[in-house]
């Protein structure tokens, strides 16, 4: 590993000069995604901004929002009276997420900025445009089960990127359309969460729209009517402690078994967090049958593009999601 | 100041009487290592360090207070293993996904492969070393041996730890429960079935751990 310098700000001025003021400068919250990746070599700070003395650990109840503090960590949120009675899908997801030990280190605000698991990216042998841009990327004909079928770029593939996010949270956080607060030498601004994370394009290198000195302060959630119909689907290769192959957070508000209101998105499947709005609205009015989910599944595919290994996800998508409204909705 | 001097060579694993000896002379110099003239403060880390510097820091290891000089690159696993002799804590994928190195921190598990040494600033660390009371073993150890809860014992140390917080935590009630909260450590000698028996048997015998 490359040496750095290590710097733990008590003041948030000082935490974003240190990063504005050095290209290569990073925060480091929970360390569970950056040392790995310094390990590897595939990043190589050269000041490290540990973020962690810094007063971002605060889960409120605001009118109209919860916030949720940068630093509280996976299993703090997980746990926390106001996220399970207003929204339980957020403490499904991160449960399904890492481990025990892996949510008592990880933070919100690391969790949101994780990179890709694509193994192509993790391995410096290989071309990846995430990680050089330009080189090409290893995964468009190499073994690419675990990729992308939504959001591939229309251009050039070679000069793209056919990895997932893989963050379980930010699946829940985009179906409950949250908002995340940052703060940088700007000044303050509030990004609706759809608009965070980025599709690949020809700049896949960047995850994220946030400016390199910008930190995540808070996620909001606004309140909704999302407390009871909610299920966080996970399919992954082993029961637990692994990412998603695939998964579906599904949200659903009935009355007298017609569906008023409903949310999907879905994880495993495209280089953000995959909404599906066409599949929401026809949801809304209908009456809770599989039929009903059946026909908002299919609504879901034609836009999914396969590759030579990861086919198998365009019949596993459309089955999952009609699993995890049968499990929201309490049908069996 | 290193806490041991650097080029000391260190025995293989297959030399358990060197390899004692070693830990015992280790340990005696770290205790006998005068504090450094000034130690950091949190605050105080404020200060920018030059790359290739030590950082010095204290935390309290199993109980002692520790002030040591390390290179701001140690993790605390290494720092644990390599510069304290407390190799009790494996190192089995150093990447966050086998839980062979999970140690409590503050009382919480986490993986000290994945966690820099120099952000442990006055935290309490305890390892698999500091779960007995002396010579009488911590339940869950006890209860490890009487299950046949490990084969190899690679993996122990990691499940031990995780296990005291599994049933601290409160998500031991039934095999189902274990098995997801202890999916964090991986064993390779599938000893699994007896690991999450011997879990079992302690939270509903009631002892504390
Ligand atoms: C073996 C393993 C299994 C895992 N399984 C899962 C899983 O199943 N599901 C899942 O969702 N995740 C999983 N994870 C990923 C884990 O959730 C992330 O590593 C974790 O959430 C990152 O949070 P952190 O605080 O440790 O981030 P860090 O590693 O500290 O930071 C990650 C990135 O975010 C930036 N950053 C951190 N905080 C801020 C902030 N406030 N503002 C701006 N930038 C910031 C850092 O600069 C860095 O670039 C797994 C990880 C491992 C190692
Ligand atoms: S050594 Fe830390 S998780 Fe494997
Ligand atoms: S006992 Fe051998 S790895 Fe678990």
Redesign the interface.
């Known amino acids: 590993m490359k040496p750095f310098q290590y710097i733990r700000p008590t003041r948030l001025k000082d935490a974003i000069e240190a990063v504005a003021s050095n290209p290569n400068a990073r925060y480091i919250a929970g360390g569970t995604n950056l040392i790995d990746l310094m390990k590897r070599g595939i990043v190589s700070p050269e000041k490290l901004v540990d973020i962690n003395g810094l007063p971002l650990k605060k889960i409120e109840k605001k009118t109209g929002f919860l916030r949720i503090g940068a630093l509280a960590l996976n299993s703090e949120v997980a746990q926390h009276r106001l996220v399970l009675e207003n929204h339980p899908l957020l403490a499904q997801a991160l449960n399904a997420g890492a481990s025990g030990q892996l949510r008592n280190m990880a933070t919100v605000g690391g969790n949101i900025l994780q990179r890709t698991r694509c193994p192509y990216f993790y391995d410096p042998v290989f071309p990846c445009n995430k990680r050089k841009p330009g080189t090409g990327c290893g995964a468009l004909e190499g073994i690419n089960r675990t990729h992308a079928i939504f959001g591939l770029s229309e251009n050039d593939p070679a000069q793209s990127c056919i990895a997932v996010h893989p963050s379980d949270f930010c699946v829940a956080l985009s179906a409950l359309d949250a908002t995340v607060l940052v703060v940088g030498t700007k000044g303050e601004r509030r990004i609706a969460f759809g608009d965070f994370h980025r599709l690949p394009g020809n700049s896949p290198d960047l995850d994220a729209n946030l400016e390199k000195d910008e930190l995540i302060l808070a996620v909001e959630i606004p309140d909704a009517v999302f407390t009871k119909h909610v299920h966080y689907l996970k399919i992954r290769d082993r029961a637990s402690y692994a990412f998603a192959l695939v998964s579906v957070a599904a949200a659903l508000d009935l009355e007298n078994n017609r569906i008023k209101a409903a949310r999907l998105a879905l994880g495993g499947v495209a280089h953000k967090p995959w909404r599906l709005f066409e599949a929401e609205k026809a949801l809304v009015g209908q009456p809770v049958s599989e039929t009903t989910f059946q026909k908002a599944a299919e609504l879901a595919m034609p836009s999914a593009k396969a590759f030579a290994h990861n086919a198998y996800k365009l019949k596993l998508v459309p089955n999952a999601i009609v699993q995890a409204l049968k499990s929201a909705a309490a049908l069996v | 100041m290193d806490e041991f001097p650097d080029g000391v060579s260190r025995p293989g694993d297959d030399h358990q009487e060197d390899r004692r000896f070693f830990l015992k002379q280790s340990l005696a110099i770290a205790g006998l290592t005068f504090a450094p003239v000034s130690f950091l403060q ?2 105080e ?8 510097d030590k ?1 010095k820091i204290a935390l309290t290891i199993n109980g002692t207070q520790r002030r040591l000089s390390i290179d ?2 140690s ?1 605390l696993l290494d720092l644990l293993r390599e510069q304290l002799g407390l190799t009790g804590t494996k190192k089995g994928c ?3 996904q086998c ?1 062979a190195c ?1 140690v409590h921190i503050d009382g ?4 000290s492969c ?3 040494a ?2 442990q ?1 006055g935290r309490k660390i305890t390892t698999v070393e500091g779960l007995s009371n002396g010579t009488q073993l911590h339940p869950l150890q006890e209860a490890f041996i009487k299950h046949d809860g490990f084969q190899c014992g690679y993996c122990t140390p990691g499940q031990l730890m ?1 296990a005291v ?2 049933i601290r ?1 409160g ?1 031991a009630s039934s095999e189902a429960e274990i ?8 064993c390779r000698c599938g000893a699994y079935p007896n690991i999450v028996k011997a879990i079992l048997d302690v939270k509903t015998g009631g002892d504390p751990v």
């Open positions: 949190a605050a880390l404020d200060t920018p360090i030059d790359p290739a950082v701001p690159r993790t150093d990447f966050g839980g999970t919480q598990r986490t993986l994945l966690s820099f120099v952000m600033q995780s917080s599994c935590e998500h098995q997801e909260y202890m999916s964090g450590n991986l």
